[in-house]
């Protein structure tokens, strides 16, 4: 892997997951009640000896620059290296990045110095565990220009992402991003043998990209100099199919795009789940993140059923069920968290501050809560007898304090909401 170079793309504006990324870029997003979403396309990078890696940001990347630095701090004595590359304004363009293609082009000034072979191009909102050694081999052994990592997805699905259509000998004959509804009729994949689809899911007949492509390098830079598009679903992979050989390569685990409310909140709550389809809990490929000095977490009188907590939190004869609760956690007394997804904290509040006449609501959850579907991000302040289970069952809306997306409710970093509220 030593001729392959990684470019993770940091990710647009990420509107889809307001107002978790209202303050952060959405790899920065926390998942898993300690880990961000960059870190798993940097750790499947680690497990395959890929140690040259380049993050492209643009939009609220303050808090990703922050961790990623913190966090992955190569061998000085080796060439590898994390190293972010911001959206920036040069002698040839003063425009932010248009798409994932342009992000790459106008990025290439300074991966290019960098001897490789390979161009590795990552999501940086994935959740999914993949070896790319294996990617490697199939690129070389099919002697492809182009490998594109893919899936079975089901017709819902497709609509949201692109979807490849084969010949009857398995070969690629098209590809199309986010096809309607209507168009999908007439793109079930007819897969012959030997392309490690043949045996997909009834239930699940398109093939999707996954966003993850491996080019030959001399390809990459001749499709970004030659093809004027700003995205590789749209234009470069439909470009890339006219003129050079793209494979497919098949993914069996687990893969989610974690790019919205919905999808954010079902990742999180399926990690709580016996038997997950995906888990933090793995002995030979962990994902790795920042690394922190926090203390055992406390359950006093507590229950947790199907539940992750994380290092540093307090609970006080609290009931949780089916939950994520993140790092430095306080849960008071009485209080019920069933369904939910609590990101953390990202300090201890002083004892003194939460006991002092006056004061605002203390940080964390108070006292005889109940939340229920419910993602509380960083820094929340929850005050007693507050009632967040969405008994009117809205499906959108922008309340005062918190907003409900899906009918989930979400209360964004530092958000504070007032002793007995009812929602």
């Not at 392959?4 to 009640?33: D, F, M, N, Y």
């Not at 006449?357 to 007898?385: E, F, Y």
Request: glycine share 10%; net charge neutral; with cysteine.
């Amino acid at each position: 892997m030593r001729k392959v170079l990684a470019l993770i793309l940091g990710g647009g504006q990420g509107s889809r997951l307001h107002p978790l990324t209202e303050l952060r870029s959405k790899p920065a997003v926390p998942i898993g009640g300690k880990y961000r979403l960059i870190d798993v396309p940097i750790s499947n990078c680690l497990h395959a000896d890929l140690r040259r890696i380049f993050v492209l940001t643009q939009f609220n990347s303050a808090s990703l620059n922050r961790h990623v630095s913190r966090t992955y701090r190569m061998d000085h004595f080796s060439r590898g290296f994390v190293e972010i590359l911001a959206a920036e304004q040069t002698p040839e363009s003063t425009a932010w990045f248009q798409g994932t293609a342009d992000a790459v082009r106008k990025a290439q000034r300074h991966f290019i110095q960098h001897e490789a072979d390979y161009y590795l191009i990552l999501a940086g909102d994935h959740l999914y565990r993949m070896n790319y050694s294996e990617l490697l081999d199939a690129h070389l052994e099919q002697q492809a220009d182009v490998t594109i990592a893919a899936l079975p997805v089901d017709a819902e699905e497709a609509t949201g992402m692109g979807i490849f259509t084969f010949d009857a000998r398995g070969r690629i004959e098209g590809f199309e991003e986010k096809p309607s509804a209507q168009r999908l009729a007439g793109m079930t994949s007819r897969l012959g043998r030997g392309t490690g689809f043949a045996q997909a899911d009834p239930a699940r007949p398109y093939i999707a990209s996954m966003g993850i492509y491996l080019f030959s390098r001399d390809v990459l830079l001749e499709l970004l100099e030659t093809e004027a598009g700003h995205d590789f679903g749209r234009e470069l992979i439909p470009a890339a199919l006219r003129r050079y050989r793209v494979r497919a390569f098949p993914h069996r685990g687990y893969w989610a795009d974690v790019g919205t409310i919905q999808s954010f909140y079902d990742a999180n709550v399926m990690l709580t789940r016996p038997h997950a389809p995906f888990s933090f809990y793995d002995p030979v490929y962990p994902i790795y993140t920042h690394t922190r000095f926090l203390p055992p977490s406390k359950l006093v009188g507590s229950q947790v059923t199907n539940g992750l907590i994380a290092e540093g939190c307090y609970l006080e004869h609290a009931v949780v069920t089916d939950s994520v609760v993140g790092i430095r956690s306080r849960i008071g007394a009485g209080s019920r968290i069933s369904r939910s997804v609590l990101l953390g904290a990202d300090f201890y509040q002083p004892e003194a501050e939460r006991t002092h006449a006056g004061q605002t609501v203390p940080l964390g959850i108070g006292c005889r809560v109940t939340l229920d579907r419910v993602i509380v991000d960083k820094n929340a302040h929850i005050g007693d007898d507050v009632q967040l289970v969405n008994a009117a069952g809205i499906d959108h809306a922008d309340g005062d304090g918190y907003y409900i997306r899906n009918g989930i409710i979400v209360v964004p970093k530092g958000g504070v909401i007032p002793p007995g509220t009812h929602v």
